[in-house]
């Protein structure tokens, strides 16, 4: 059933013409005119589609908007919602700590050191979302409380420094009994 296209080429060569008509290229685009302008493409689906959209981004938007707001409290989740000053304070610890954390490196050796530190660092976590809690009650947000979340800030870079340097004893007391091993 299926038939070779190049052998029929060879055995009908008279079929294969190798030069159009002069005037083919000028019928052809008549012809590709025409059936473009017969399809016209429609954008009123594509208006529906727009303004439905539309319609239901704002309902979501402002059903966030509106059911977010707690009529009681401030809505505050972080210190970015009491001050950009105090978002500053944050993010400067916040990222000291995440940079800190990034160069430790983790082995099997200091695991355990590691597990203690997250327990910590966990503790300090839930004392800082609670004083978080305890601004969003109040009615007044306390200077002693944001002295608390920024202390809480301070001890946890601090007790990750303690860490770095407890990591890098490890280390060194590692590398000495390997010394005195080979030796």
Do not use: C
Not at 7 to 16: G, I, R, S, T, Y
Not at 58 to 74: A, E
Not at 162 to 180: P, S, Y
């Amino acid at each position: 059933m299926g038939q070779d296209i190049k052998k029929l080429f060879d055995e009908a060569p008279e079929m294969v013409s190798r030069e159009l008509p002069k005037d083919h290229n000028s019928r052809f685009e008549d012809r590709l005119e025409e059936e473009f302008l017969k399809q016209k493409p429609s954008f009123s689906w594509m208006k529906i589609a727009a303004s439905i959209a539309i319609i239901v981004s704002l309902s979501i938007t402002g059903f966030n908007y509106f059911s977010n707001g707690d009529i009681t409290g401030n809505g505050i989740s972080s210190m970015a919602d009491i001050s950009p000053d105090l978002k500053k304070v944050e993010d400067y610890y916040l990222s000291h700590i995440n940079y800190q954390f990034s160069k430790i490196k983790i082995t099997n050796d200091n695991r355990t050191l590691l597990e203690g530190y997250f327990i910590e660092m966990g503790a300090l976590q839930e004392s800082y979302e609670s004083s978080i809690a305890k601004i969003d009650s109040e009615e007044e947000i306390s200077e002693e409380t944001i002295n608390a979340l920024i202390e809480n800030l301070q001890m946890r870079l601090k007790l990750m420094y303690q860490l770095k340097a407890q990591l890098k004893k490890t280390d060194n007391l590692n590398k000495q009994q390997n010394e005195n091993n080979k030796a």
